[in-house]
């Protein structure tokens, strides 16, 4: 996976292989049907060692019926 839009995700396992998928999780809230989770996300910078991600710059949309009020956010990692 490298920088860039991944559109029409949808929840993590629940769409085609060829589709990108995404699950946000907070304690134990989450999306309550996986199969109806939508989204995007965009990755503006990545770095990978080995099989550890060391430095990440996403952010991300995830709606739980496709539609309405949705979770927005970023996340930045710098592992040094």
Not at 9 to 35: I, Q, V
């Amino acid at each position: 996976i490298g920088p860039g839009a991944f559109e029409n995700a949808r929840g993590f396992l629940s769409g085609p292989p060829t589709l990108p998928s995404l699950r946000l999780r907070f304690n134990t809230l989450e999306c309550p049907d996986l199969s109806r989770t939508t989204g995007r996300f965009v990755i503006r910078d990545i770095a990978v060692s080995g099989t550890t991600v060391t430095r990440l710059n996403a952010s991300f949309e995830q709606y739980c019926f496709g539609s309405g009020p949705g979770s927005r956010g970023e996340l930045a990692i710098n592992r040094q």
